[in-house]
Structure formats: structure tokens, C-alpha cells
């Protein structure tokens, strides 16, 4: 009985690992690294650039995004970190292969930093910073502008005098 059962496990994990094998060799172009397109799709994108330094006037926990002044690409993401009573953002800021329009070896980039609102009643403030992109990472501090205006509106009424 239990010789039984141990050649069953036996050829039963043998079967399994087979699987990923059979898969791949009924799948046209699968696991061939020869520069066609199924290899293209498998090599990773390039490591961002992590843009870190001081910024003044913002909370801790804020959240940052980066655009890409000459062409409004969205550009990567980040946070505001509190230590020590100063605070600190850090960001990644992708390459072009993770997001078209964004950092290539070499380029110099205008970025828009938008540091969200952390209340309704109170806009978000923005900064720029310029950099020369490179994978790894750069200190730039920024001072962000004023917060921005809150866009509002009235209510409008109908001649019947009631909203709409």
C-alpha cells in the first residue's frame, strides 16, 4: 500500500514538473531569447532615478507626483517623509521605457513636483526641479510655491428658482 502510493506521489510530481516544459514547447516563439518579440516583452525596463531632498512647507506622508515640463508626461511618484522635524520627498522618476516621454542616459528634464493637499480646505503646491537624468539616484531641495487655488463653484438657479 504504501509502495504504492509513494510511486503514484513519484509520478505524479514528475508529471508536474514536465508541465512548464510541454507548455512552452507547444507555444509559438515562447522562451526563445533570439531579439524577437517574445524576448523583447521579457527584459525588464530600465531602474528610475530616485530624486530625494528637502522641502519646506509640506507634512510628512504628502503625496508627490512628478510630470515632465516639455511634454506633460506623467512621469513617477513618490512621498514626503517627516525625520527628525525637517522633511524630505523622495520620488522615482521613470525612464523612457517605463513610461514614454520621461527620463533617457543623459537628458536634461524640467520637472513639475505636485505635492497633493492634505485637507480639502487647502489646495496642493507644486515645485520644479531640474535635473540631468541618469539612473540612480539625485539630491535636488525645492521650496513649492503657494498653495494652489481650490476650484469651486455656485450653484446656478432655473427660472423657477430651483437648482439644477
Known amino acids: 500500500m504504501k509502495r504504492t502510493l509513494i510511486i503514484g506521489l513519484v509520478l505524479a ?83 523612457s521605457s517605463q513610461a514614454p516621454g520621461c527620463g533617457t542616459p543623459g537628458a536634461s528634464l524640467s520637472l513639475a513636483l505636485y505635492f497633493a493637499p492634505t485637507t480639502p480646505t487647502t489646495g496642493g503646491r507644486t515645485a520644479t526641479a531640474n535635473v540631468t537624468w541618469n539612473a540612480g539616484s539625485a539630491k535636488v531641495d525645492v521650496t513649492p510655491g503657494s498653495a494652489l487655488p481650490i476650484a469651486g463653484f455656485a450653484p446656478v438657479t432655473s427660472r423657477d428658482g430651483l437648482y439644477y
Open 13 to 95: 510530481s514528475a508529471a508536474l514538473a514536465a508541465l512548464p516544459a510541454t507548455i512552452l514547447s507547444i507555444m509559438p516563439g515562447a522562451g526563445k531569447l533570439d531579439g524577437t518579440a517574445s524576448a523583447a516583452g521579457s527584459v525588464p525596463p530600465g531602474p528610475p532615478l530616485v530624486l530625494y531632498g528637502a522641502v519646506s512647507g509640506v507634512a510628512g506622508g504628502t503625496s508627490v507626483t512628478i510630470t515632465n515640463n516639455a511634454n506633460g508626461a506623467y512621469c513617477g511618484r513618490g512621498t514626503v517623509i517627516s525625520d527628525a522635524g525637517s522633511t524630505y520627498y523622495v520620488v522615482d522618476v521613470y525612464a
